[in-house]
């Protein structure tokens, strides 16, 4: 008998429920002598041992079904090694329940924040495999994350629809766009949308450089503008700051979010009446698109057939279109950012937008 654990952590996406389903098709492929046991609501449930026993049964059906039947939840890594609100070692409590169960392994589905806290469970011990999880499309170690895919998508049809009610109106509109640290979905919604500008963490812009397109644009007859901003967009000056500096900032920053400070400024600049689209978290919501379907269940699937052979202490990655594995102990901590002098950006100012850093 394989006893295989299997949770969810961190944000959710979409095609985690496929990737499970890759998982289990996998496994039972290879033998019906499988035992599943589905955690739920992330490290919590391996933590108090919090489970159902599960059969190929309860993952048919779910390859178009977002979120995650598991459930899911943010256990912040650096709290790890914290005691829980009783006064128990959350890291101890984990390996108690793997091995009161006996498990053969546990495979992760998880973002960056996951993929520490399942390096830290394989340095203790337990084999563990990960699958890449999340829309920002920041883990190192693999090309794509699923879930990166369907957000683009959705952020996508979101700069659309301001498409067109934006040249109605001749009015500047900042859609923000899910990525605090990483601006990939930014980026590729961005171009996908014709978005005039792009604002992303890693390349802080000018506010100057931002009007000066805005008012360029209106002098040549184009008095809408469409500005693609990431939720972690910085402008140059903050940019210098000391991170702490700037984390404070923020905290006390009068506004919701970047996309309303930039309202305010681009508005006292320009003259320009501003709006603000905030797509949130629809885009890591519904249905997995084809791309996230596809990649999630080569993923689950060559996550079983390293179970099968007795492989762990893996991140299962895309690699030049391959699905490959990456040791955890390189992936853990480590994060993908947008490169600045990357092909995309050098193609995307080829056309025109504006990056609002020159
Ligand atoms: O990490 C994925 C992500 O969707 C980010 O892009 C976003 O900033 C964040 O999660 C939102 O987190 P929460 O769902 O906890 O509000």
Redesign the pocket.
Known sequence: MLRVGMLTS??D?QALNAAMRGVVKGLYAKSDEIEIYGFRDGYKGLMYSNFDMLTSKDFSGILTRGGTILGTS?QPFKLMREPDKDGNDKVAMMKHTYHKLNLDCIIILG?NGTHKTANLLREEGLDVITLPK???NDLWGTDMTFGFQSAVDIATDTIDRIHTTATSHSRVFIIEV???KVGY?TLHAGIAGGADIILLPEIPYDIDVITDVINKRAAAGKPFTILAVA?GAISKEDAELPKKEYKKKVAERPYPSIAYELEKQIQERTNKEVRITVPG?T??GGTPCAYDRVFATRVGAKAADMVHKGEFGYMVAMKNGEITKVPLSEVAGKLKYVDPDAGIIKEAKLTGISFGDE
């Open positions: 961190g944000g996406c943010r973002g999340t829309i920002d899910m990525g605090h979905v939720e978290h885009q890591r």
